[in-house]
């Protein structure tokens, strides 16, 4: 039984690196492997980003700019009603739905009515759909609109 202290490197671990420019016998004399001439033969960084396409008009430049992002867009957490059948609480906010990880963080929620909800709930949310609304009010629950 051998010990860690003991172990040695395995067989082929150790390779002796690759002696460029000594002479024709060893296959990477001459121009020590970099072909003839041209950037890449220089000496110093080759500086040729992965995207450059030797002087074709790059991908980035022949797709057309399409869309546009407003600065002012209000994002929503989205949570269905079918999600909240699984919690055990009677009053649902932001901050219970981020502990029970049917959010990523307690901003702000929308509710959507996909699914079915069967037990009385107070949700109180930033933003919800008629038909969730509907869902749970039919359910004998309500929802309450939270402003920012």
């Known amino acids: 039984m051998t010990d860690l202290h003991t172990l040695g490197r395995p067989e082929g671990a150790n390779k ?22 041209g950037q890449k033969a220089r ?9 450059f396409e030797g002087g074709q008009m790059p991908l980035q430049r022949r797709v057309p700019k399409r869309g546009f992002t407003n600065k002012n867009r209000v994002g929503f957490e ?3 009603v079918g999600h909240l059948e699984k919690l055990s609480e009677s ?15 307690s901003g702000r929620v929308k ?7 069967t037990r009385k709930v107070t949700l ?5 759909s008629a038909a969730a609304v509907a869902k749970v009010e039919a359910a004998g629950g ?4 939270l402003e920012d």
């Open 16 to 37: 002796s690196r690759k002696r460029l420019g000594r002479g024709p016998g060893s296959g990477t004399g001459k121009t020590s492997g970099k072909g003839h001439k």
């Open 78 to 80: 989205i949570v269905n």
């Open 124 to 128: 109180r949310v930033h933003a919800a």
């Open 91 to 105: 009053e649902i906010t932001p901050e219970v739905l981020a502990e029970h990880r049917l959010t990523r963080r």
């Open 111 to 117: 509710l959507l009515a996909d699914g079915t909800i």
């Open 142 to 145: 309500s929802v309450e609109l």
């Open 43 to 51: 000496t110093g960084h080759h500086g040729i980003p992965a995207w």
